[in-house]
């Protein structure tokens, strides 16, 4: 018996080591990158990321997304749109005066509702809290544009494990479940 | 230093009402409570650290208890089903506000 308790009293001992708790509602913080994957098949559109919610545009400006089709990052409060702009009436001035001139909600609106524009994709977000025992180390949300909708979720959402603390864990899991077993065989033989 | 202060703190509370239940032989109902909790902990973090489903966890971590209290304590399905249900709600609880209180 004595020897089980040592065994116990180790898998205790590794347990704080890990730094994860079932119980514990903490969370931490990790980044989503969001990518556009066929961005390519639409020449004749530039395609912009925007604030739409939450701290409003002057927090949340206009960005262009370039050929990789990455999202670029924004502010924690800052729910993401994609729009669709066909070329010809892509005008660079007027997003830059939004971004950089103009200082009142109204008047940003009103120039941003001035632009001919398309929403693809909405409720991107460049972060998101998870708990802190999560064993995900990143997020990557991949998404196909299809202009004929608006997207709400991610075609394809891949996710890093953190597999070390995987692994311990199974570990502690299977040591404690080889202990059970010889604990029954022993008592099934007395 | 939080976290196995909840660890210890949940076996602890394990541990008294298992001996509500079975009033003798300390040291085995200690020994099997250890190894419950050291056998569905790991694996409920996991369930949650990839879900965020803590009912869901809590739930699973329930089931899995009732069969192992079974066979190493040797008692009745419907006993081992009370005695998990009563240790996993008052462990979820407490733990959970303390957790709530220490920790954010």
């Known amino acids: 018996m ?9 898998l205790i001992l590794i347990f704080p080591l890990i730094n994860a708790d079932i119980i ?14 066929n961005l390519n098949e639409f020449p004749d559109y530039v395609f912009i990321s925007v604030g739409t919610e939450g701290a409003g545009l002057w927090m949340c400006p206009i960005k262009i997304i370039e050929s990789e089709g990455i999202i670029q990052e924004y502010h924690k409060y ?6 669709a702009i066909s070329k010809g009436n892509f005008n660079q001035t007027l997003i830059g005066r939004i971004n950089n001139e103009s200082k009142d909600y109204d008047e940003i609106l009103e120039l941003f509702d001035s632009i001919p524009k398309q929403k693809v994709i909405e409720n991107v977000r460049s972060y998101k809290t998870i708990p802190k025992i999560s064993i995900v180390k ?16 991610p075609d394809k959402i891949k ?3 953190n597999y070390g603390e995987v692994l311990i864990y199974l570990l502690i899991s299977l040591i404690a479940l080889i202990l059970i077993i010889e604990i029954k065989k022993r008592e099934n033989k007395k | 230093m939080i976290y196995l202060t909840l660890l210890l703190l949940t076996i602890l509370m394990e541990i008294v009402v298992y001996l509500i239940f079975f009033r003798k ?11 419950i909790n050291a056998f569905t902990w790991p694996l409920a973090m996991l369930f949650y650290g990839l879900t965020n489903f803590f009912i869901l966890t809590e739930i699973l971590v329930f089931l899995t208890e009732i069969y192992l ?15 998990s249900l009563i240790a996993n709600l008052i462990t979820a609880t407490i733990t959970f506000v303390v957790g709530k209180i220490f920790i954010i």
Do not use: H, T
């Open chain 1, 24 to 37: 514990m509602p903490g969370e931490k913080r990790i980044n989503i990158e969001n990518k556009i994957d």
């Open chain 1, 2 to 10: 004595k020897k089980y308790f040592v065994f116990v009293v180790l």
């Open chain 1, 159 to 161: 996710k890093q494990i």
């Open chain 2, 69 to 83: 209290i079974k066979i190493l304590f040797g008692i009745k399905l419907e006993k081992a089903f009370v005695l």
């Open chain 1, 78 to 83: 800052c729910y993401i749109s994609i729009y």
């Open chain 2, 25 to 35: 032989n300390f040291k085995k109902v200690l020994l099997y409570c250890i190894l």
């Open chain 1, 138 to 153: 990143d997020i990557s949300n991949f998404y196909e544009i299809d202009l004929s909708k608006v997207k709400i979720k």
